[in-house]
Structure formats: structure tokens, C-alpha cells
């Protein structure tokens, strides 16, 4: 990543800008130090905003969505994740992983009370670990990306192959699909 326009720092010397939730499963990781933070405008904390302004090449973003999937009466959570500027792959390929009958996006209120962050810095990172994470291999195809922290004010930088590591990740093939987020 050349002329980023981004300072990124250490996370665990700079613990103040990432959400308790992510603060915690961040130093739980065997590979703590290799995960970096940096200050960002709140204003462009979206992922094609974001690769704009700081001048990231969007291959090397990803953006996050929290859906809950219904089956009678079971829900199950999942965060997914496929670079910036994909559409999620909502209606079949998640729908048939879940084996649910509807998958829609999970209620706002409900991401934010369980994941302890904030609207607009989702990230797989930190999320309760009894949700599943599916990850288009797209994302996994850049060395490192750049994800949100949990906090609105600032993006992490982690090395792909951690993301691997999270509880429930699961490499899904499709999920990502042509067009604006």
C-alpha cells in the first residue's frame, strides 16, 4: 500500500481508538503487534469514501455486514465480509450456507447492544463468537486490508491471514458479487 494518505500506529500503543470489543480480541491474537490503527475523518468512514479521501486503492478495503438468518424459529448471526465496492450475496450464497429461509440485514440496535461498536466501523473483530464470519476470498487475496475498529474515528490494518484465525471464520467462495456497496 503506496501514498496511502493514513498514520498507522500500533494498535496496543494506541488502544483509545478501537472499541472494547475489538480492544479484547485484538490482544488475544498471537499476532497483536501486527495489527496497526489510524485516525480517520469520521465523515468518510465508508469504504469507498474512505479510499477516496486517504487515497486507498479499494482491493485493499473491506467492508463488513452483520445479517441474521431465520429458520422457524432459530436466528443465526454471521458478519460478512467482501472488499469495497462488492454487493453481498445475500440472497443465495448465504442463504444456502445458513440452510436459512430469509437472510436480511440483522437489526441495527441489536448489532450495536452485541458487538459494542459503532454504526459505520462494523468489523469482524471483536464480534460475540458464537457468530459465524464468512469471508469472500477476494479480501483474502491482499497481504493486508484495511477493515474498520469497531469506532467510527479510526481503520485497522491487519495482515489478511488473521483473519483467518477469528472464531467461526469460514473462506466463502461467491459470496461477494459485481456492483456498488
Given at each position: 500500500?503506496e501514498?496511502?494518505?493514513?498514520?498507522?500506529k500500533?494498535v496496543?500503543?494506541?488502544k483509545?481508538?478501537?472499541?472494547s470489543?475489538v480492544?479484547?480480541?485484538?490482544?488475544?491474537l498471537?499476532?497483536?503487534?501486527?495489527?496497526?490503527?489510524?485516525?480517520?475523518?469520521?465523515?468518510?468512514?465508508?469504504?469507498?469514501?474512505?479510499?477516496?479521501?486517504?487515497?486507498?486503492?479499494?482491493?485493499?478495503?473491506?467492508n463488513?455486514?452483520?445479517?441474521e438468518?431465520k429458520?422457524?424459529?432459530?436466528?443465526?448471526?454471521?458478519?460478512?465480509?467482501?472488499?469495497?465496492?462488492?454487493?453481498?450475496?445475500?440472497?443465495?450464497v448465504?442463504?444456502?450456507?445458513l440452510?436459512?429461509?430469509?437472510?436480511?440485514?440483522?437489526?441495527?440496535?441489536?448489532?450495536?447492544?452485541?458487538?459494542?461498536m459503532?454504526?459505520?466501523s462494523?468489523?469482524?473483530?471483536?464480534i460475540?463468537?458464537?457468530?459465524?464470519?464468512?469471508?469472500?476470498?477476494?479480501v483474502?487475496?491482499?497481504?493486508?486490508?484495511?477493515?474498520?475498529?469497531?469506532?467510527?474515528?479510526s481503520?485497522?490494518?491487519?495482515?489478511?491471514?488473521?483473519?483467518?484465525?477469528?472464531?467461526?471464520?469460514?473462506?466463502?467462495?461467491?459470496?461477494?458479487?459485481?456492483?456498488?456497496?
Open positions: 500500500m501514498n496511502i494518505l493514513l498514520d498507522f500500533p496496543i500503543d494506541n483509545d481508538l478501537v472499541s470489543s480492544l479484547e480480541a485484538i490482544l488475544d498471537n499476532n497483536k503487534e501486527d495489527i496497526l490503527v489510524a485516525e480517520i475523518d469520521q465523515n468518510y468512514a465508508g469504504g469507498l469514501e474512505l479510499c477516496e479521501r486517504y487515497k486507498v486503492d479499494p482491493k485493499y478495503g473491506a463488513c455486514l452483520i445479517v438468518a429458520r422457524s424459529d432459530a436466528k443465526t448471526y454471521a458478519a460478512l465480509l467482501v472488499p469495497v465496492g462488492y454487493k453481498y450475496n445475500m440472497s443465495t448465504v442463504r444456502k450456507q440452510n436459512a429461509r430469509m437472510v436480511s440485514v440483522a437489526p441495527l440496535n441489536f448489532v450495536l447492544e452485541n458487538t459494542k459503532e454504526y459505520g462494523i468489523t469482524p473483530i471483536g460475540p463468537t458464537d457468530w459465524l464470519i464468512f469471508i469472500d476470498p477476494l483474502l487475496k491482499q497481504d493486508k486490508i484495511i477493515i474498520g475498529s469497531g469506532l467510527k474515528k481503520k485497522l490494518m491487519i495482515p489478511s491471514f488473521i483473519l483467518l484465525k477469528l472464531p467461526n471464520a469460514i473462506i466463502l467462495e461467491g459470496l461477494a458479487k459485481e456492483g456498488n456497496e
